[in-house]
């Protein structure tokens, strides 16, 4: 029986994995990605909600994230679908003089790399955020280009997108062995048979550390647990992703927006961090999160709830990804540890991995992947998780 080969294998089928697809079988490199669920998204990629920022404090990742907002914003226009993307912007409220200090210096670092953001004071901050709570309120960042987007919707556009380039996709079927020999990959194994390839791609997002086992290589990614929620729809009264840096009692920080279908969709960070796979729901979260919002706007206040429910974030120890052609093998490459922004890296990410792969990398692609490398010491922390 005759292996199939391809330029390129891509382990899962996700947030990366998926732009990352539609950006290889664009450059015309034949591109297979294995999946262990049954159709795309099925991992993390449903829990996130959505949000798309490159409002950032590195700029590897405000690079990356610029381009993911490119993709985004401009795909109804240039591919016809309609992804509920929403320009709403992102706004960081201040109400202590430290966060002030720390976000006006970040401001230097974020203009200098191309982001469009500007520091409000306390009376456009309240009209941008109408019934925002006005007691010490300072003022605040806020950016307008950045936005969100459906995941549902966007996964399933790129999917077809790279489907109609080419691209082949298995779903169900488990990478069960990266097959390499004298440093070089080969290949993969799987629960089918095996396929070759010159490069394999691990974007396996919580599974991420187990699959570069597999390769020799041993990666910091490490899952915990996240919650969020959404409410019923109600008329349109805010625009952008609200993101209050405050720590709470049980929590770092939340943010909150409004979709293109009018709910408030929500998340919160626990502290301390809860590690593990659970993916349960907890009695703990509502009520948190609950408590801050309202306090934050009251008029939240009286809205249902509709459901939450709860994701992994594939954390590593400083909070960055890592995007990186490790040495130790030879066409292995590493797009793991997304730490929950998954959803707005991986459309920049993947046109930066795929003009790696291709041999065409701009100035800006090299950059990226400088900041991504893992051989860093993480001992650094992102600053706006």
């Not at 034949?30 to 999946?35: A, D, G, H, I, S």
């Not at 003089?97 to 200098?112: A, I, T």
């Not at 540890?337 to 046109?351: H, I, V």
């Amino acid at each position: 029986m005759s292996v199939k080969t391809y330029d390129v294998i891509v382990i899962g089928a996700g947030s990366v994995g998926v732009p990352l697809a539609m950006a290889l079988a664009g450059r015309n490199l034949r591109t297979l990605v294995l999946e262990t669920m049954p159709s795309v998204g099925q991992g993390q990629n449903k829990c996130a909600i959505g949000g798309v920022r490159a409002t950032h404090s590195d700029g590897a990742k405000i690079k990356a994230c610029l381009r993911s907002l490119d993709i985004f914003s401009t795909w109804r226009e240039k591919c016809g679908e309609d992804i509920g993307w929403l320009k709403g912007g992102y706004a960081f409220p201040v109400y202590t003089e430290q966060d002030e200090e720390v976000l006006k210096e970040l401001l230097k670092v974020q203009r200098g790399f191309g982001l469009n953001i500007d520091w409000l004071d306390a009376d456009k901050m309240r009209g941008l955020i109408p019934g925002i709570t006005q007691k010490e309120l300072r003022g605040g960042t806020y950016a307008p280009d950045d936005g969100s987007a459906s995941p549902l919707l966007a996964i399933n556009a790129f999917y077809r997108r790279a489907l109609g380039l080419g691209a082949e996709f298995h779903f169900m079927e488990p990478v069960t062995e990266i097959c390499s020999e004298a440093g070089v990959v080969k290949g993969v194994v799987t629960s089918l048979g095996r396929y070759n390839a010159s490069w394999v791609v691990n974007a396996a997002g919580a599974d991420a550390a187990e699959v570069s086992a597999m390769a020799g290589v041993k990666v910091p990614v490490n899952p915990d647990c996240h919650e969020a929620g959404i409410t019923e729809p109600m008329e349109r009264f805010f625009e952008p992703m609200v993101v209050d840096i405050r720590p709470g009692d049980k929590s770092k920080n939340y943010y909150f927006y409004q979709n293109s279908e009018g709910q408030i969709v929500f998340c919160l960070t626990p502290q301390p961090p809860i590690w593990g796979r659970d993916r349960r729901s907890t009695s703990q979260f509502l009520p948190e999160v609950s408590k801050r919002m309202t306090a934050l706007m009251p008029d939240l206040a009286n809205i249902k709830v509709r459901r939450t429910w709860r994701g992994l974030y594939p954390m590593t120890p400083d909070g960055f990804p890592i995007v990186d052609f490790p040495g130790a093998l030879k066409g292995y490459v590493l797009a793991v540890g997304m730490c929950g922004q998954g959803f707005m890296l991986g459309p920049g990410l993947g046109e930066t991995i795929a003009a790696h792969i291709a041999g065409k990398p701009s100035a800006d692609d090299r950059e990226i992947l400088a900041g991504f490398t893992l051989e860093r010491n993480f001992s650094s922390q992102e600053k706006l998780k």
